[in-house]
């Protein structure tokens, strides 16, 4: 590997690690942004846009899987769907 493919992939790299650190979280893809991924990796949001296509590639580099779909409607269907608790009767 050359200089150059080295610093691509030292950079790709930075940028993932940034990006798994702010999505920990459960929940925190929508505030993980491009603007606050590049921030945390101390690069511009160029660079993020020069090794990856979008917040949805980042996401699949640095979690391994597709992006969570998050929203009102997917929120209440979740919820709907949720089994209920069994309450106790009295006795």
């Known amino acids: 590997m050359n200089r150059r493919q080295l610093a691509k992939a030292q950079t790709r790299a930075r940028i993932i ?29 160029g660079a993020i ?8 590639d980042l996401w699949r580099a640095a979690m391994g899987y597709e992006p969570p779909i998050d929203s009102a ?12 608790p069994v309450l106790a009767e009295a006795a």
């Not at 409607?73 to 209920?84: D, G, H, I, M």
């Open 17 to 45: 690690a940034a990006a798994q650190k702010l999505w920990a979280k459960p929940g925190s893809y929508e505030d993980g942004t491009i603007r606050v991924i590049a921030t945390a990796a101390g690069m511009s949001t």
């Open 49 to 56: 846009f020069a090794n990856f296509e979008g917040k949805e």
């Open 73 to 84: 409607e997917v929120r209440a269907a979740l919820k709907a769907a949720a089994p209920r």
